[in-house]
């Protein structure tokens, strides 16, 4: 592996299947991307395609007792497509995936992290939402704007603008 090493922290929310296409974006950047999944998220995507783009297996369950990290040490962190759900198990310190795994783990190594979020509007008015965003924000999570990153189609479904995506991870050294 050669540059500097980013994980790639994917949930289930419809720009998920964006993945392989932003890996090749942020490899051509300079960035070895390692890519983690929620269970939900990989049922989502086509995972062989997102590990040939990566050229490294993806992280979708948990480690095994004694089993070593796949991965090398990150240099940073997206969290792109970042739920509702995930959100709010990650402030809270929930550790029972590998997604929530990666991400607190990193969090508490203090690895810049950015997090594109994909909330729906009305789970946005949720008291939890602003609450715990502003505990991750507190901890050093960057957050991108919905309104900068995702655009939606005439039938809602949400897409990012995946130029915006590599444009808000730091260029490798």
């Not at 592996?1 to 942020?26: F, I, K, Y």
């Not at 997102?50 to 297996?57: K, N, T, Y």
């Not at 990650?90 to 990666?102: F, P, R």
Request: overall charge neutral; aromatic content about 4%.
């Amino acid at each position: 592996m050669s540059g500097q090493v980013l994980h790639l922290v994917g949930t289930a929310a419809p720009p998920v299947r964006q993945l392989p296409e932003l890996v090749g974006l942020l490899s051509s950047a300079g960035w070895t991307v390692c890519p983690v999944l929620s269970e939900s998220a990989a049922a989502w995507i086509d995972v062989p395609a997102l590990e040939r783009a990566a050229r490294i297996p993806a992280r979708i369950t948990a480690r095994h007792l004694g089993e070593p990290d796949p991965f090398p040490a990150a240099d940073a962190v997206l969290v792109a497509p970042l739920t509702f759900n995930t959100l709010n198990q990650w402030a809270m310190g929930v550790n029972d995936t590998a997604a929530l795994g990666v991400l607190n783990e990193l969090l508490c190594l203090g690895v810049p992290i950015v997090a594109a979020p994909c909330v729906k509007s009305i789970l946005r008015r949720h008291p939890a939402y602003a609450t715990n965003r502003a505990l991750l924000e507190q901890a050093g999570v960057r957050f991108l704007p919905q309104s900068d990153t995702l655009v939606r189609a005439p039938d809602g479904t949400a897409t990012f603008d995946l130029e915006k995506l590599r444009a808000a991870v730091p260029v490798p050294a």
